[in-house]
């Protein structure tokens, strides 16, 4: 390797590793995108539980719902920002980004990799704020320094798996803004058919079905088992397959439709 | 004016002018996916999502609350309306086809009200898959025929109202990202800080004040008291919401020109 060979080779790891700090150093030089990434969540944190808890949690006090809502506002947050992802990725490849890319010896797989990896690192920065914001409104965390860690962990194992789906959509649609239109109202449905707003059996009965499955609800479920205590173990497993079956199907897609673009 | 061809001087006629350029504008959204998607779809998936999450915990408070919850996606989708007409009026204003316009000889102001009158009939559009929706799922007009025409003009006079307020903030910013950005901000409080979704008991006593008081809680109102509610006087808070709607509307058609006429 370290002997320069006539021609360079593509190697995935090194490759996503530049694209990854390439990805890192745009964030980092335009810190409102981090920002107002992290801001729509906790404005619908305010904005909703202000009204919801008295509804959905009658007799309760405002603090118990904020802690028991916070892990959705989390997760909505990543959800919608899989949608920036996208648009990124999109935008690379028409303002020629992608072109220049191409002829160089590079691996296909690490210009998407490498914006998926920095975006958990933006994904991590929205955690860290919505959960923020919470503990001040009254989210706590009471299952120690591992569920700490394992809290974080949850949503942003869920956002890499989600953003490959993003992205494989992102190369193939035909037009960037009506695939933003139907992934927004997709996004919404998932967020909302979710036990983060309610619980299970407070969904009407053809949602409850949806709710169980919705990837959305393990998240949610198992950041709070790791915040409050509880079993986290099948939500956690939930999150894990729903992960690697997203990268490994959306994944393949995104890759092979990268590769073929000429 | 008459079909006799006169000279060459082709002359400005505001009504014939506004009316072409509505016509530019219908044919532009119907041929834009996203845009019916946010006019028919959205609201109705905002509807279906509201009922399912808050449906039950709301029915164990003792509201109905798909006869609650119809007026208030008739008002949202009037936002989306209103939040239309700031992008289109950004990329026209960004995109060269006002200074396209400039150079003829047309009315000064009917690019605004093309915007305007295209906007309205997406409104209508929205307003009347809304309500078919609702009749399906159990929303019933309670006061009769007369009344629902009530509820559907003071719903289209608030959608005029904010289509002019975002068409003003649309041309005043120009640049569509910014614009969805700031409309947005706006957006969310006015939606949410309201009784539109929940009733203002629902909110802690210190918000309550401004949730009873703000304007979208009074057009809410007004669309329940003429539908649903029966309990309400229909007249009293219809002229409460005319009021609002007409005093929004005077506050940004006085700023429409500064706004329209100083676009780059």
Redesign the interface.
């Known amino acids: 390797m370290s002997t320069a060979p006539a021609t360079p080779r593509a190697s995935a790891w090194a490759d996503t590793a530049i694209l990854t700090g390439r990805g890192l150093l745009l964030m980092a030089r335009s810190p409102a995108t981090v920002t107002?990434t992290a801001a729509f969540p906790v404005?619908?944190l305010l904005?909703?539980s202000?009204?919801?808890?008295?509804?959905?949690m009658?007799g309760g006090s405002?603090a118990d719902y904020v802690n028991y809502s916070v892990p959705l506002f989390a997760a909505m947050g990543i959800t919608f920002a899989t949608l920036s992802t996208a648009n990124a990725v999109h935008a690379d490849r028409i303002a020629g980004f992608d072109d220049r890319l191409r002829t160089l010896p590079l691996s296909p797989v690490a210009p998407l990799a490498g914006r998926i990896i920095a975006d958990t690192a933006r994904n991590l920065a929205t955690v860290a704020i919505v959960t923020g914001v919470g503990m001040a409104l009254g989210f706590r965390f009471e299952n120690g320094l591992l569920g700490i860690v394992a809290y974080f962990v949850v949503p942003l194992l869920y956002g890499f798996g989600l953003a490959w789906l993003m992205v494989a959509v992102a190369l193939h649609a035909a037009?960037a803004?009506?695939a933003?239109?139907?992934l927004n109202?997709l996004l919404?449905?998932l967020s909302?058919?979710s036990t983060g707003?309610?619980r299970l059996a407070?969904?009407?009965g053809w949602?409850q079905p949806i709710a169980s499955a919705n990837p959305i609800s393990h998240v949610v479920d198992a950041m709070r088992a790791f915040a409050h205590g509880g079993s986290a173990g099948d939500h956690l497993l939930a999150v894990a397959a729903w992960a690697v079956g997203l990268t490994a199907v959306f994944g393949t897609l995104a890759v092979r439709r990268y590769a073929r673009r000429g | 004016m008459t079909s006799t061809a006169d000279t060459g001087r082709a002359r400005a006629s505001f009504a014939t002018d506004a009316l072409s350029l509505t016509g530019r504008h219908v044919r532009l959204m119907s041929r834009?996916?996203?845009s019916m998607?946010?006019a028919l779809?959205?609201p109705l998936?905002?509807a279906g999502?509201?009922?399912?999450?808050?449906?039950?915990?709301?029915e164990?408070?003792g509201v109905d609350y798909v006869q609650y919850l119809v007026p208030a996606v008739v008002i949202q989708a009037m936002f989306f309306t209103a939040i239309s007409a700031s992008i289109w009026a950004a990329e026209d204003a960004s995109g060269g086809m006002i200074d396209r316009l400039r150079s003829m000889p047309i009315s000064r102001m009917s690019p605004v009200f093309g915007l305007l009158g295209g906007e309205l009939t997406r409104a209508v559009a929205s307003i009347a898959v809304l309500i078919g929706a609702g009749y399906l799922v159990g929303f019933r007009f309670e006061h009769g025929p007369l009344w629902a025409v009530v509820f559907a003009l003071i719903a289209l006079g608030w959608a005029a109202a904010g289509c002019l307020a975002y068409l003003v903030l649309g041309f005043a910013i120009a640049k569509v990202e910014t614009v969805q950005?700031v409309g947005g901000?706006i957006y969310?409080?006015l939606l949410?800080?309201s009784n539109l979704?929940?009733p203002a008991?629902?909110?802690?006593d210190w918000?309550r004040p401004i949730v009873e008081n703000q304007p979208f809680s009074r057009i809410a109102d007004a669309l329940r008291a003429v539908s649903t509610d029966t309990t309400a006087d229909p007249a009293g808070t219809t002229l409460l919401a005319v009021g609002w709607t007409l005093a929004v509307i005077a506050l940004f058609a006085a700023l429409a020109p500064r706004a329209f006429g100083r676009t780059p």
């Open positions: 107002m404005i619908l904005l909703l202000v009204s919801f808890a008295e509804i959905v009658p405002y037009s803004e009506s933003n239109a139907a109202a919404l449905v909302f058919l707003f309610v407070d969904l009407p949602a | 834009r996916p996203s998607i946010s779809v959205l998936v905002f999502l509201f009922l399912a999450v808050l449906g039950r915990p709301m164990r408070t950005v901000l969310y409080p949410l800080v979704f929940v008991r629902a909110f802690p918000l």
